[in-house]
């Protein structure tokens, strides 16, 4: 078995062990591709959404957060192009009765190849050395030049015929290219589908007057519709913002990998509203600034890559992706859109509303553009939790399973431990844990050994655990253990308030933006 996918099945067996993640209604065999967020999963998805929120609202005093409802009017899907185009093609192979995304199996046949041209620049570097020159080597060697174009040209048709929405060639391309259904090596394919992502639902009690919705599938919509309220009531020039978190449904074919693709989730979203012939570089501005959030969280700078889309959607005149090196390979965490009028253009003509906005400098009015920040909180969760799952191998050669979350998010941010609950140590212990619970998640525990219990608290990442010993009666002193460095140090316990809120306190995330 390969390593990544051995790291990636201890991700989900430590996510259910301690309390983050659970399969969706487990003790009836589970949901395909949802999810429910245990003790200590809410709790760090608690804490990133508040990174978030921090970071665009209150940092921004041109942002303001709204929350609006996931059931929204029809005829904004239709609007905003849901209804006719958020569509994945799909195709059934007739052996295995299984379902698959016709793009995804072409883009995974892809894949291959850029991983065989990837063995040959690893082979080449080892053969040269020092003297390899990566870049020369990819413009002159023939095995390379013929791979890319290979992958560039089955690239090139599949986006061709999904533009024209030409499904017979995407299936002609799945024929001629000789992929098998992955599991079963079947090539009996049926035809290609356009298959609707919304979920739909039902509005009202009886069956002739109900009116059929959907459940939103982006959060987007919600802030464009809220738009001209927002700007009335906050008073803001453009540009300004508008930030939301919260859930959105899709209808997923191919969900899996975890909570990376899932059909219940939830987005953190903001879009910043600007003045025709400025969005480009507002767009580029929200680059910088939204990869610059991600890197203060300190998973390593060589995680993180963008991804400049070539082929725009209809409605955008820049898109990028943020993509993430998930266990399973570099993948889109966030996404970064220069949306143009377009949604609220759509608005305005459904609605027969207008929804312009009059520029006092330049004295007239019109529909602003508008520039989209998307993240996915439990894309974030999942990087998050990845990237900081580590074994250790300590100097003693024990070992220790340790979640180096940064510490402003993790659930419990102190562990309260009396050495054991008699003389007086449990009450003591009680005392202080009282005194600091309103201000901390804190976490109070008096049974087992003390080294077992860090153990514990390592695996979901407490950043201190606070020992109360028979001196610590005598002196009002206290052991504080650092989860990362494993050193102890003594301190009065009048310092802990401090102590606890330098090391846990968003402002260490917030002024590395
Ligand atoms: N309003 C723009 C929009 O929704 P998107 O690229 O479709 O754009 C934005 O989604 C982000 O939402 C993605 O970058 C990803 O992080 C997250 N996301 C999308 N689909 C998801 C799914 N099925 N499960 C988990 N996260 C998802």
């Known amino acids: 078995m390969a390593k990544q996918e051995d790291v990636f099945k201890k991700v989900i067996s430590h996510a259910k062990e301690y309390g983050f993640i659970f399969p969706s209604s487990e003790i009836y065999d589970g949901l395909s591709a949802i999810y429910d967020y245990g003790q200590n999963g809410a709790e760090l998805k608690n804490n990133i959404k508040q990174y978030w929120w921090k970071a665009m609202v209150q940092l921004n005093e041109n942002i303001v957060g709204i929350d609006s409802a996931i059931f929204m009017h029809p005829t904004i899907w239709k ?82 015929s999904l533009e024209k929405e030409d499904l017979a060639d995407v299936k002609a391309l799945i024929e001629e290219l000789e992929i098998a259904d992955p599991d079963t090596g079947s090539k009996n394919w049926t035809e290609v589908r356009q298959f609707n992502l919304m979920f739909g639902t039902k509005l009202g009690a009886s069956a002739d007057t109900a009116t059929d919705l959907y459940l939103r599938p982006e959060t ?30 899709r209808n997923e074919i191919v969900a899996r990998q975890f909570i990376f693709r899932m059909r219940e989730f939830e987005q953190m979203e903001m879009q910043y509203f600007v003045a025709p012939g400025t969005e480009l570089e507002f767009y580029e501005n929200w680059k910088t600034k939204r990869l610059n959030w991600h890197l203060a969280l300190g998973l390593g700078s060589e995680n993180y890559r963008f991804h400049d889309h070539e082929k ?65 909180l439990d894309r974030l ?107 102890q140090e003594r301190v009065p316990v009048t310092e802990l308030r401090r102590i606890i809120d330098e090391k846990t306190s968003f402002r260490n995330l917030l002024s590395k933006i």
């Open 79 to 160: 609007a905003s192009g849901h209804v006719d185009a958020f569509n994945d093609p799909l195709i059934d192979n007739k052996d295995s009765k299984k379902r698959f995304r016709a793009d995804v199996l072409i883009e995974d046949y892809c894949a291959k190849i850029e991983d065989k041209e990837n063995k040959e620049i690893e082979k080449a570097a080892k053969r040269f050395g020092d003297a390899f020159d990566k870049a020369e080597f990819v413009a002159t060697n023939p095995r390379v030049l013929e791979y890319r174009a290979k992958r560039e040209a089955i690239l090139s048709r599949l986006a061709k």
């Open 220 to 249: 987007a919509q919600g802030i464009f519709v809220n738009y001209l309220n927002v700007q009335k009531t906050s008073r803001h020039k453009l540009p300004f913002g508008i930030a939301q978190i919260g859930k959105a449904f």
């Open 312 to 376: 725009l959607a209809h409605y955008a005149n820049a898109a990028a992706d943020i993509e993430f090196n998930f266990p399973f390979g570099f993948k889109e965490l966030e996404g970064i859109h220069s949306r143009t009028d377009f949604d609220l253009k759509a608005h305005e003509k459904f609605s027969g509303r207008k929804l312009q906005y009059f520029d006092p400098e330049r004295n007239e009015n019109y529909v602003p553009y508008v520039v989209e920040t998307s993240v996915g």
């Open 381 to 487: 969760f999942l990087a998050l939790f990845s990237t900081c799952l580590k074994d250790e191998v300590l100097e003693d050669g024990s070992e220790r399973t340790v979640l180096s979350l940064p510490p402003a998010l993790a659930p419990v941010k102190a562990a309260i431990l009396p050495l054991m609950k008699k003389d007086g140590l449990a009450e003591y212990a009680e005392t202080i844990f009282n005194d600091l619970k309103y201000d901390f998640n804190l976490f109070y525990e008096e049974k087992d050994a003390i080294g077992k219990r860090y153990r514990r608290q390592d695996a979901i990442g407490t950043p201190l655990c606070i020992t109360i010993d028979h001196d610590s009666l005598a002196d009002n002193t206290v052991t504080i253990r650092d989860r990362d460095t494993m050193k």
